[in-house]
T-cell receptor, first 111, second 111 residues
Framework: RKEVEQDPGPFNVPEGATVAFNCTYS??????FFWYRQDCRKEPKLLMS???SGNEDGRFTAQLNRASQYISLLIRDSKLSDSATYLC????????????FGTGTRLKVLA | GEEVAQTPKHLVRGEGQKAKLYCAPI?????VFWYQQVLKNEFKFLIS????????ETGMPKERFSAKCLPNSPCSLEIQATKLEDSAVYFC?????????FGEGSRLTVL
């Protein structure tokens, strides 16, 4: 089993749709969780850090479920510009400064 | 600087030649990471530094790869005697200890 797993997609959704991605992680001691966006082989850009209480930034909502060991990303009112690969990144226990990357979920928002 | 600066953007080498990549982390960030991303989107961890000290080098193919982060100089990743399978995008990231901030990457093509 991979340490961090994501459905590779692609998720093809129409503009305006709501789409959700999940990411599961295997190490229950993992400490930090992030969603990054990567466009077409460019550098990953931080979308959101994910906190236990959940967090929202505009159309994006991230949740952490420690009991089931997954994080989620919800995108509401999808825009064409949301088309990208969404990477789940999990930080290992505090002090290790080790980050495990998922393979990414591709999203295509269609006009 | 305010962003991670990587050079060169593109590098082409013949098999067996040396390749050297550079990374200037964001000022004030203590941690520097090198990752290799090949075609399947997977990020392979190579090495991390805490200031100028190697923090974790478990991902480095030590026979041919070496890296340094010296004071007042960009960090560097050097590949001696490149092989075809070294063709990839090499991302440098810096961190104050939480989120990773990535440079634009250096695309290495080995012919």
């Amino acid at each position: 089993r991979k340490e961090v797993e994501q459905d590779p997609g692609p998720f093809n959704v129409p503009e305006g749709a709501t789409v959700a991605f999940n990411c599961t992680y295997s190490n229950s001691a993992s400490q930090s969780f992030f969603w990054y966006r990567q466009d077409c082989r460019k550098e990953p850009k931080l979308l959101m850090s994910v906190y236990s209480s959940g967090n929202e930034d505009g159309r994006f909502t991230a949740q952490l479920n420690r009991a089931s060991q997954y994080i989620s990303l919800l995108i509401r009112d999808s825009k064409l510009s949301d088309s990208a690969t969404y990477l789940c990144v999990v930080g290992e226990p505090s002090g290790t400064y080790k980050y495990i990357f998922g393979t990414g979920t591709r999203l295509k928002v269609l006009a | 600087g305010e962003e991670v600066a990587q050079t060169p953007k593109h590098l082409v080498r013949g098999e067996g030649q040396k390749a050297k990549l550079y990374c200037a982390p964001i000022k004030g960030h203590s941690y520097v990471f090198w990752y290799q991303q090949v075609l399947k989107n997977e990020f392979k961890f190579l090495i991390s530094f805490q200031n100028e000290n190697v923090f974790d080098e478990t991902g480095m193919p030590k026979e041919r790869f070496s890296a340094k982060c010296l004071p007042n100089s960009p960090c560097s990743l050097e590949i001696q005697a490149t092989k075809l399978e070294d063709s990839a995008v090499y991302f440098c990231a810096s961190s104050p200890g939480g989120e990773l901030f990535f440079g634009e990457g250096s695309r290495l093509t080995v012919l």
